[in-house]
Each structure stands twice: as structure tokens, then as C-alpha cells.
Nanobody, 127 residues
Framework: QVQLVESGGGLVQAGGSLRPSCAAS????????MGWFRQAPGKEREFVAA????????RYADSVKGRFTIPRDSAKSTVYLQMNSLKPEDTAIYYC????????????????????WGQGTQVTVSS
């Protein structure tokens, strides 16, 4: 089992950057495929980005492609969400998630396939 703790959200102006992080408690962090999701008020939780347990493969939602990246640091058992050129529509609670039953280079997009979730971190982008 793994516990996930997000941090690094906050308030930023449109066009700015933030880099939330997600620290995992497990020493077997490298065995988990990781993902970021977000939920805006009144909307369903949606996929943002994912990275394979190998770190080789990544995937992004069309709405963030070219602006967000999802690096992972196995030495620190941490995955990040580097968010650049932020827009007001990026405002949401951002959640990280971990999936333990995947292949080395597999990407997990479906929310229902993730086994563990963090508590979320608020990101607010002002216009």
C-alpha cells in the first residue's frame, strides 16, 4: 500500500507557472504508474497527465498538451506536475494517483484503474 501527499498548489496569475508535487510513502514507488487528475467546481474529475513506472512513456489531456509535463523522481519517490502558461480554466483541485498493476511502459488514463489517491491540492489561476 502507498500513501500519496500532494503539495505545491496555490494562487497564480494567468500565464504563470506552478509545480505541484506528490510524495509517495512506499519504497516501491518505481513499481507504480502515476497520474494527475483535476476536478473543478461542479464538474467531474478528469484526466490531466500520466507517466509509466519506467518514466519512459507519458500522456497528456489535449487541454494541457504543450503546457504541462509530468516528471518523476524515483530517488525521492515523488512525481511532479510542471504547469506553465496557466489559464483560468486550469483552476481546480489537483489529485495524484498511483496504479500498481501495470506494465513497465504502460500508461493509465482511466480514473477507475487507479488504486491509490492523494488528498488533493488547490490550484487557482486568476485572470
Amino acid at each position: 500500500q502507498v500513501q500519496l501527499v500532494e503539495s505545491g498548489g496555490g494562487l497564480v496569475q494567468a500565464g504563470g507557472s506552478l509545480r505541484p508535487s506528490c510524495a509517495a510513502s512506499s519504497r516501491t514507488f518505481s513499481r507504480y504508474s502515476m497520474g494527475w487528475f483535476r476536478q473543478a467546481p461542479g464538474k467531474e474529475r478528469e484526466f490531466v497527465a500520466a507517466i509509466s513506472l519506467s518514466g519512459v512513456s507519458t500522456r497528456y489531456a489535449d487541454s494541457v498538451k504543450g503546457r504541462f509535463t509530468i516528471p518523476r523522481d524515483s530517488a525521492k519517490s515523488t512525481v511532479y506536475l510542471q504547469m506553465n502558461s496557466l489559464k483560468p480554466e486550469d483552476t481546480a483541485i489537483y489529485y495524484c494517483a498511483a496504479d500498481k498493476d501495470v506494465g513497465l511502459h504502460s500508461i493509465v488514463v482511466l480514473i477507475t484503474l487507479y488504486d491509490y489517491w492523494g488528498q488533493g491540492t488547490q490550484v487557482t489561476v486568476s485572470s
